[in-house]
């Protein structure tokens, strides 16, 4: 008998945790097909019936991180929040001790980016997906600033470059400075007067 939606949508969703998970611990070279099953509960016959290549499900790992993301629960349990709030919020989470600490819940933007520049279409078009709405978040933050996206653009850039760094590094000392400095200039990009970045 065959499963119903529902039944397939979960199974799908286990799959793709799964994948997130390893990928950020492994890298995409690193991790099986096989692995990714068994990590969901799985076996590798399924595999196909919800994916058509392990690109495809590098780009689903990857896409999935704007629903699954270690900031989902503080975003939603702020209230109405103003965009700048938000943003200031989401800087000083990005850049956390926490984030940094779980591996498994890692953004894609500094947990991947050497898998996904080598990835094929569909895990780099997910990716600039993710790096446009993170991107889109902070220009809503500085609409005002006549140059809202290119500051919104520098944000992104610090924070995911400090976070790139920060994983980098043996030095605890180093990757708290890194992250101390990438979130002091975000902070100012967000919140000074418009002009140049």
């Not at 979960?10 to 068994?38: C, K, P």
């Not at 989401?90 to 894609?108: G, N, R, T």
């Not at 991947?112 to 933050?141: C, E, F, H, Q």
């Amino acid at each position: 008998m065959p499963y119903n939606s529902a039944h397939k949508a979960a199974t799908r969703a286990r799959i793709v945790d799964a994948a997130r998970r390893l990928f950020n611990q492994y890298g995409f070279e690193q991790v099986s097909i096989d692995q990714v099953m068994s990590g969901a509960g799985l076996t590798r016959g399924g595999f196909y019936h919800h994916f058509a290549s392990k690109d495809a499900l590098y780009a689903a790992a990857v896409t999935s991180f704007s629903t699954c993301n270690p900031f989902r629960a503080r975003l939603d349990a702020m209230p109405a929040a103003s965009a700048q709030a938000l943003a200031r919020m989401l800087i000083d989470v990005y850049l956390s001790d926490e984030v940094l600490a779980d591996v498994e819940a890692q953004c894609p933007l500094y947990a991947l980016p050497g898998d996904v520049a080598r990835a094929g279409l569909p895990p780099r078009k997910a990716y600039t997906d993710l790096i446009r709405n993170l991107t889109g978040m902070y220009s809503r933050a500085l609409a005002p600033a006549p140059d809202g996206e290119r500051r919104a653009q520098a944000i992104v850039a610090l924070c995911v470059g400090g976070m790139v760094l920060a994983r980098t590094t043996d030095d605890a000392g180093l990757r708290h400075s890194l992250r101390a400095a990438a979130r002091t200039q975000a902070l100012d990009l967000l919140e000074r007067a418009a002009g140049p970045v």
